[in-house]
């Protein structure tokens, strides 16, 4: 995109601005994946140590009505550690930073930390840092760190040849933000989806193990990071939407929200589940589903045929 | 403090927070230093890894209209690269999160993240990952990890007898930033020190190698800094206001404010000085200057009385 100096931030979209501080930040010897995957890995003596900071906005990433502060810690938790789980890797250390209007409630910020250190625990991750200060708005700023016992697995490695498998729930979270967007509270298997993930913490180094060859969390959509994984890879990807059993509370919500339950799945993020290519000689993992396959090309197809409805999220 | 369900953030305070952070998130035994000092320091597989995070809010930390982007960039990656120094450590790697309005140039932007690498590669130390994302007002969150080639050096150790030491200015930042508040410009060298702070970077693994007994960085004002010392030491400090020769330009905008220039010095933070103790056997290293004492008791005094000024920033 050509830009000029009244460019702004809306204009060149999360992806433009992100490729852009790509090229400005130079990686060093020490960086064996920089910006662009899902951590940074940084060989540090004789580990790999693994990266990975996530921003939260209220208003835009959750809203105090929709959850509570302990349910919006566990979510800012999960979603930094499905970012090491992306990697094979195994989170052990976090950073929290909080800005917060000086009239938040002191319980909702330690709610908020308890929630953050009890989703930590359930990998046995720690907190080591942090920060707080005052904004006008609620913000989170989180930054995990892991380390690899093997090589990490990147978005990158996918070949045509091999299958695309999906592993944890997937559109969950998406049917229950859709329906406390409307309003509503049930059903509360998809509210407490959306509210409290339960992502595939075990699935990530399971995959790298058996010898995933890319690997990536959904947390934007799932057609969105096939999409980026694909582009990595230099692959298309067609992901076969008769794989996919709609679970009842979703068929549930499309018929009462007049929404075909398929976008939830095809184009929800938020559960975390993991993305991951194998090649055609390598089993696929139990608990992992084969929901499509790398071709020679570029871009993601449903069925053979684009898909023509929201793919995902995005940040401007 | 008593809290109840109605406390808010104001009320706490931000040690009131952050006293009750700590004890929310627990260590494990790779955390040698958790929450409390300026870094966190993980032992990952066969090093001191050390890690610290930081916000900055716009209209708090910054404003558009005092600094350029490139100056917000440079000084929001001092101010963490800061905090490796006062380990004794040496930054490595750093993430960047940056929430913005859509309306946010581009430019802004990318000037931030220039100026940001800029300042981070004058350590050596580079950008591993970050995030963006859309909120009502600029936040930026960064991390650093930094590795400690020894021990690293606490804000803890300081013993009775020991003498108190700084190197690196101290008060131009406030100074310019006192200027900027009343709509000046000048005297330029404060307003650059502001804009773009010099921390002495050198100097920490200098005072670690020497062998200072403890060791912080002055960025919210000499004599908090000096009351973190000494309470996290259970010793007293005092401050010979007489060590201190104040610069010039310093003295230019106490008269012309008229305010007490040492306030600035007292008070002052922003400019990233370090602040040591030495044992009394240690011979106080080169560029340090011996600025006071440390005694038996608690507190802070500046040539052995209280000081009725304010001794630093407070963030809620």
Not at 50 to 73: I, K, P, Q, Y
Not at 242 to 253: G, H, K, N, Y
Request: net charge negative; charged share 20%.
């Amino acid at each position: 995109m050509a830009t000029t100096p009244d460019t702004t931030l809306g204009d060149a979209g999360e992806f433009g601005l992100i490729s852009q501080l790509v090229e400005i930040f130079e990686g060093d010897e020490h960086v064996l994946v920089g910006p662009g995957d899902d951590a940074a890995v940084l060989r540090i003596r004789h580990g790999h140590v693994v990266v990975s900071t996530d921003l939260m906005v209220e208003g835009r990433h959750f809203r105090r009505d929709w959850a509570s502060a302990s349910d919006v810690g566990h979510r800012a938790a999960a979603q930094n550690l499905s970012d090491i789980n992306a990697m094979g890797g195994t989170a052990r250390h976090l950073t929290i930073g909080l800005a917060a209007p000086a009239d938040l409630p002191l319980e909702w910020a330690l709610d908020l930390a308890r929630g953050f250190a009890e989703e930590c625990a359930s990998v046995g991750a720690t907190v080591v840092g942090g920060d707080v200060t005052r904004a006008d708005q609620v913000v989170i700023a989180v930054t995990v760190i892991g380390q690899c016992t093997q090589a990490p697995v990147l978005r990158s490695g996918a070949r045509p040849g091999d299958v695309l498998a999906l592993t944890g729930r997937q559109g969950w979270a998406a049917g229950g933000l859709a329906v406390l967007g409307r309003g509503f509270r049930s059903p509360r298997v998809l509210v407490e989806a959306y509210r409290r993930p339960e992502p595939p913490y075990a699935a990530g180094r399971q995959a790298a193990e058996a010898g995933a060859s890319a690997l990536i969390d959904v947390s934007d959509g799932l057609l969105a990071e096939a999409g980026h994984l694909a582009e990595a890879s230099g692959v298309a990807i067609d992901v076969r939407a008769s794989s996919f059993a709609v679970p009842e509370p979703l068929q549930a919500v499309g018929a009462a929200l007049g929404a075909d339950p398929m976008q939830f799945i095809l184009a929800g993020g938020d559960d975390h589940a993991l993305l991951a290519t194998f090649p055609p000689d390598v089993a696929v993992p139990e608990g992992w589903q084969v929901i499509g396959e790398v071709l020679e090309g570029s871009g993601v197809t449903v069925d053979g045929s684009a898909y023509d409805g929201a793919t995902g999220w995005t940040h401007f």
